[in-house]
């Protein structure tokens, strides 16, 4: 995965709270490989019922949604469909906690916010697109010609930043795994299953 | 720090191998799970050319996609389950595949196999791998990334949360739930409300709950927004698992419930935050709208909209009319089971309602697992339902998710015992209303949202 500093590209708002990992990717589409893209997959429902969507109109890269964003299952082929789609960034006052931690592992920034600075940017994007610029170093974006300031876990800015992988990460305490897992086995023989 | 210690200090010290420096720990997994949605992570594995670091300690089961019905199966549902099947058996993990008398879903086989025991670290690619920790383990849903994390190294890197404690004080009324108090909490605190905390039931009304209701509160800990919900075990968990396929035996049983009667937190332990209810006031619950959160009393109304909240889409969505009373709703279709509210205690509940009468819509009944099934059949739940004019199917995930071909087809509207009511969840365009599984029994006998009370007078 690479990593990623700045980003430029087009927002549009989703003005809409709870939106859920179910309407982000349908389930009738999770049994597809990954290598065949999940971008068509984005809020598959959701955008065939509204004419004119306008995740439809634009390539934006940057969402701007209302609370709770990705809640629900943990299904990390919401994010996949976001990223394939061409998003990098989603502003938004809360999200999904395991949506929040698949979102770094794929290089999306869920990026959190006010929820007044979001009401407020949402209102002033309405349905159309405008200019982003999101800063990973400095924690502030433009978006609409709006400074905003972000709040991102520092661990997940180092990660997104460097596209880290934690594979790799774990791989240099693996003596640590060892002697804890030894010790783990030892002291609780009771976790160990019996079939 | 103070000496008084929250079960999540407890649990979280002992699966602890090491905490960075930027707070980030590396925690030891005792049980991971996996089902057909494990095919990414298999594929970065594959990827990557490592193999599975721990397969004893992985269990694999067919339940998202499993078939509940008679009939042909989609070749594409064939193939995920064909997929885990060739996973598993190349990675040597045991797999309870269909067919299996043991299999079912994923957070039903867990506890009832024994897998699941308190003071364990349990993970699954699930957001609802919550019910677990109703044993007293910490438990909790991961991506797809963390799946094969988790494959290959038999750990997980977490920011440890926050500890809110939930306490029901009080007693449930006859007809009311544990799944009537998880709609109350979430509708009073929020879809998001516990979201970057580890909540911890407590009081005399979550003690009085059985396994099985203390299972229900837990797995609905995410539709609140907390990845985790836990609660201490007591002799009612120790009577539950003692005997179990893969529960300890002997001596080693004995050693085991030693150290899980410490497993609770300490008097005096701080949490960041704690929230009361008083169970006494909480009446049967159901979801209007297409989240959680929104839920009401069965005796209430579809509300209006105003300044704090637009609800006129969801009012669109689900077909309903501002400020019309919810037992004026009439459905067309009932679902009972999933993880949530597949067990069979949930069945038990489901059949005192139905049992001698008839029911007005069609509807689906899907045990949570073919040892449940294999009960309810024993002990005639399954002939009441099918007398009542159910359908008595197979188990797995079935109309919770869709998966399988078990559809709610667009429009129609259905009183079901899972946990979502998500716009398309169980299908596109259908309309779903929560509710426990004896809420479903009512709603299925009279045709519309019921309050089940009066149904149950005499019964219970
Ligand atoms: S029953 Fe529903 S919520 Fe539970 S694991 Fe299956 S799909 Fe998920």
């Known amino acids: 995965m690479n990593g990623w500093k700045i980003l430029c590209g087009t927002a549009i708002a989703l003005p809409q709270s709870n939106i859920d990992t179910d309407q982000l990717i349908p389930a009738r589409f999770m049994s597809q490989p990954r290598s065949e893209g999940y971008g068509d997959f984005l809020l598959y429902d959701v955008r065939k019922a509204q004419q004119g969507h306008p995740l439809d109109r634009s390539a934006p890269k940057v969402l701007v949604a209302g609370r709770n964003f990705g809640s629900g299952s943990s299904r990390e082929a919401a994010v996949y469909a976001l990223v394939d789609y061409g998003i990098s960034a989603v502003f938004a006052p809360s999200f999904g906690d395991i949506f929040a931690g698949n979102a770094v592992n794929n290089g999306l920034l869920a990026a959190q916010i006010d929820e007044d600075v979001a009401a407020t940017l949402i209102a002033d994007m309405g349905e159309g697109a405008c200019k982003a610029e999101v800063d990973l170093i400095s924690g502030r974006a433009i978006i609409a010609g709006h400074d905003i300031a972000f709040d991102l876990d520092p661990v997940r800015r180092q990660k997104l930043i460097n596209g880290w992988d934690d594979i790799d990460l774990t791989a240099q305490y693996s003596d640590q795994i060892k002697t804890y897992r030894a010790a783990h086995v030892a002291t609780r023989p009771w976790a160990t299953p019996e079939i | ?460």
């Open chain 2, 1 to 460: 720090m103070s000496a008084e210690r929250t079960l999540l200090d407890k649990l979280w010290a002992a699966h602890e191998i090491l905490c960075r420096e930027d707070g980030t720990s590396l925690l030891w997994v005792d049980r991971h799970l996996v089902h057909e949605g494990s095919h990414h992570a298999f594929a970065k594995l594959a990827d990557r050319k490592m193999t599975v670091a721990e397969p004893a300690l992985t269990f694999g089961v067919v339940d998202h996609y499993a078939p509940t019905r008679a009939g042909e199966v989609a070749p594409d549902i064939r193939r995920m389950i064909k997929t885990l099947g060739k996973n598993a058996r190349a990675a040597g993990i045991k797999l309870f595949d269909l067919h299996d008398p043991a299999q079912g879903i994923v957070h039903v086989i867990g506890p009832e196999q024994g897998l699941t025991l308190p003071g364990m670290l349990v993970n699954c690619g699930d957001s609802h791998t919550s019910t677990h920790g109703a044993f007293g383990a910490l438990a909790f849903g991961v991506g797809a990334t963390e799946v094969a994390h988790i494959l290959a190294t038999q750990t997980i890197w977490q920011k440890r949360p926050k500890t809110m404690r939930i306490t029901f004080d009080g007693v449930l009324g006859a007809g009311v739930t544990a799944k009537d108090m998880a709609l109350h909490w979430i509708a009073a605190l929020g879809a998001d409300g516990a979201q970057g905390y580890a909540v911890e039931y407590a009081g005399d009304a979550v003690r009085a709950l059985s396994m099985e209701g203390r299972m229900t509160l837990c797995n609905l800990s995410i539709e609140g927004g907390a990845r985790m919900g836990m609660i201490a075990p007591d002799d009612v968990t120790f009577a539950y698992l003692e005997g179990r396929p893969a529960a300890p035996r002997g001596k080693v049983w004995q050693a085991a419930l030693a150290d899980w009667h410490a497993l609770h937190s300490d008097i005096g332990a701080s949490f960041d935050r704690k929230e009361y209810f008083d169970a006494d006031t909480i009446a049967p619950t159901v979801t209007w709208g297409t989240s959680p959160e929104e839920a009401l009393p069965i005796t209430g109304h579809v509300p209006r909209d105003n300044a704090a909240k637009n609800i006129h889409a969801t009012l669109e969505y689900m077909g309903l009319e501002a400020g019309m009373p919810l037992s004026q709703i009439a459905v067309d279709q009932v679902f009972i089971g999933s993880c949530t509210n597949g067990r069979i205690e949930d069945l038990r509940m489901a059949a005192k309602v139905l049992e001698g009468r008839r029911t007005v819509v069609p509807g689906l009944v899907s045990p949570g697992s073919m040892q449940v099934k294999k009960q309810a059949e024993e002990e005639g739940l399954a002939q009441i339902f099918v007398q009542a004019g159910l359908e008595w199917a197979g188990a797995g995930c079935s109309m919770c998710v869709g998966m399988n071909g078990d559809l709610v087809e667009a429009g129609k509207r259905c009183a079901s015992s899972t946990n979502r009511n998500f716009k398309g969840r169980q299908g596109r365009g259908a309309r779903t209303h929560l509710m426990s599984p004896a809420m479903v029994a009512a709603a299925a006998v009279t045709g519309r949202l019921t309050d089940v009370r009066p149904l149950l007078e005499g019964r219970i």
